[in-house]
């Protein structure tokens, strides 16, 4: 039996900090419902005390979300954790999100503090949110670049006084997938209460590594994975949902599974970049528009023997259109062939090599070949043949 991996989603908290991508308390409202409905297990609701209107929309969400934990921000003062609490008062499964930066660079060059003092500060806020649920999730920000051994001290000290979810950051998308895993090993090895507490990985993807960190970390133990739709966050962005849950579910080996209801992917995916009006880049994993196109007529040909020759995701699993040829001037007889047959015709094989020739005049001409071109490319050589 394979072991899940809660999703938490932060797509309105995270996700919305990218500059243009304010959403208003309707947007956050229907997109919450659609992510509770995909099957996210935690929705990161926002940062209650960062505004009216975004205390307002996390109390708002709290009302409605039935199934799906319903987070909200805070840091580790006691007037944000009173704040969030208050939004999540109605809350079917609140959760309180608070923490601490636990790096160096944090420690002196943020707070100007000790790390001792960080300690205590820790505690306290744990101990405090404690007070109004008993979920509560403690974030060490900047985990990713602390000395793991201080880091075990704080995750250790904040389970004991009342954390349930220790998020262990990488905050500046800095490790490498062998190093951050690294981390998490150390922690569940060596924190002794850690059992009392599901580990969470929070990875940004300044490098290009939050989607590989976040599996190397749930791959040694962490159980729980937080991430956004398409990948959106703070500068370059945050672990992407459609990812993660996809490569759990394409390598079984994991033994890791979520509950999200991957057909409804893409869906999910055009809804939040219209919504946020932030396009998804068209060679995008899993929800791009190029995810399943093929235009190599290498490729093109070892697709339409067996498509496993070049997709290893069927496009019906995470709601796609389907597959696509698209015809270039490095496309192949295989392809054409295909694609007039698509149109209604049935060419046999001399005829549609002088139709290829035809086709890459017109190819070489044009960055793609549509239908209404083939229909005239077939009209002509049709009648010149007869």
Do not use: W
């Given at each position: 039996?394979?072991?899940?991996?809660?999703?938490?989603?932060?797509?309105?908290r995270?996700?919305?900090?990218?500059?243009?991508?304010?959403?208003?308390?309707?947007?956050k409202?229907?997109?919450?419902?659609?992510?509770?409905?995909?099957?996210?297990?935690?929705?990161?609701?926002?940062?209650?005390?960062?505004?009216?209107?975004?205390?307002?929309?996390?109390?708002?969400?709290?009302?409605?979300?039935?199934?799906?934990?319903?987070?909200?921000?805070?840091?580790?003062?006691?007037?944000?954790?009173?704040?969030?609490?208050?939004?999540?008062?109605?809350?079917?499964?609140?959760?309180?999100?608070?923490?601490?930066?636990?790096?160096?660079?944090?420690?002196?060059?943020?707070?100007?503090?000790?790390?001792?003092?960080?300690?205590?500060?820790?505690?306290?806020?744990?101990?405090?949110?404690?007070?109004?649920?008993?979920?509560?999730?403690?974030?060490?920000?900047?985990?990713?670049?602390?000395?793991?051994?201080?880091?075990?001290?704080?995750v250790?000290?904040?389970?004991?006084?009342?954390?349930?979810?220790?998020n262990?950051?990488?905050?500046?998308?800095?490790?490498l997938?062998?190093?951050?895993?690294?981390?998490?090993?150390?922690?569940?090895?060596?924190v002794?209460?850690?059992?009392?507490?599901?580990?969470?990985?929070?990875?940004?993807?300044?490098?290009g590594?939050?989607?590989?960190?976040?599996?190397?970390?749930?791959?040694?133990?962490?159980?729980?994975i937080?991430?956004?739709?398409?990948?959106?966050?703070?500068?370059?962005?945050?672990?992407?949902?459609?990812?993660?849950?996809?490569?759990?579910?394409?390598?079984?080996?994991?033994?890791?599974?979520?509950?999200?209801?991957?057909?409804?992917?893409?869906?999910?995916?055009?809804?939040?970049?219209?919504?946020?009006?932030?396009?998804?880049?068209?060679?995008?994993?899993?929800?791009?528009?190029?995810?399943?196109?093929?235009?190599?007529?290498?490729?093109?040909?070892?697709?339409?023997?067996?498509?496993?020759?070049?997709?290893?995701?069927?496009?019906?699993?995470v709601?796609?259109a389907?597959?696509?040829?698209?015809?270039?001037?490095?496309?192949?007889?295989?392809?054409?062939?295909?694609?007039?047959?698509?149109?209604?015709?049935?060419?046999?094989?001399?005829?549609?090599?002088?139709?290829?020739?035809a086709?890459?005049q017109?190819?070489?001409?044009h960055?793609?070949?549509?239908?209404?071109?083939?229909?005239?490319?077939?009209?002509?050589?049709?009648?010149?043949?007869?």
């Amino acid at each position: 039996m394979s072991d899940k991996v809660f999703i938490f989603d932060t797509t309105l908290r995270d996700g919305e900090q990218v500059p243009g991508c304010k959403l208003n308390t309707k947007e956050k409202i229907e997109l919450a419902l659609l992510l509770e409905e995909l099957g996210v297990d935690i929705i990161e609701a926002g940062f209650p005390i960062s505004s009216p209107g975004d205390f307002e929309s996390v109390k708002l969400i709290a009302q409605q979300v039935k199934t799906a934990t319903v987070a909200g921000l805070s840091r580790s003062v006691e007037k944000d954790i009173e704040t969030a609490a208050a939004a999540l008062r109605f809350a079917a499964k609140p959760r309180i999100h608070t923490g601490i930066g636990t790096s160096d660079y944090h420690i002196k060059h943020k707070f100007n503090s000790t790390r001792e003092e960080i300690l205590e500060r820790a505690i306290k806020a744990a101990k405090f949110a404690r007070r109004f649920t008993d979920d509560v999730e403690f974030f060490c920000e900047d985990a990713g670049r602390s000395d793991t051994e201080y880091l075990a001290r704080v995750v250790e000290a904040v389970i004991k006084a009342g954390a349930t979810t220790v998020n262990i950051p990488d905050t500046t998308g800095y490790c490498l997938p062998q190093q951050y895993a690294e981390k998490i090993a150390y922690l569940i090895n060596n924190v002794p209460n850690i059992d009392k507490a599901v580990v969470s990985c929070h990875c940004h993807n300044d490098l290009g590594l939050a989607t590989a960190n976040s599996i190397a970390g749930a791959a040694v133990g962490a159980r729980q994975i937080e991430c956004t739709i398409n990948g959106i966050g703070e500068r370059a962005g945050n672990t992407s949902l459609e990812e993660v849950v996809m490569i759990m579910r394409q390598h079984p080996e994991l033994n890791l599974h979520t509950d999200i209801n991957t057909r409804m992917l893409n869906e999910v995916s055009q809804r939040v970049a219209d919504t946020m009006r932030m396009p998804v880049q068209a060679n995008k994993a899993i929800v791009g528009a190029n995810a399943f196109s093929h235009s190599s007529g290498i490729h093109q040909d070892g697709f339409l023997k067996n498509a496993q020759n070049y997709e290893i995701i069927n496009p019906d699993e995470v709601g796609a259109a389907g597959s696509k040829i698209v015809l270039t001037a490095r496309s192949g007889r295989s392809a054409l062939a295909y694609r007039f047959k698509n149109l209604g015709y049935d060419f046999n094989r001399d005829e549609v090599d002088v139709l290829y020739e035809a086709f890459l005049q017109v190819a070489d001409k044009h960055k793609e070949v549509d239908d209404e071109a083939l229909e005239q490319l077939a009209k002509t050589v049709v009648a010149e043949t007869n």
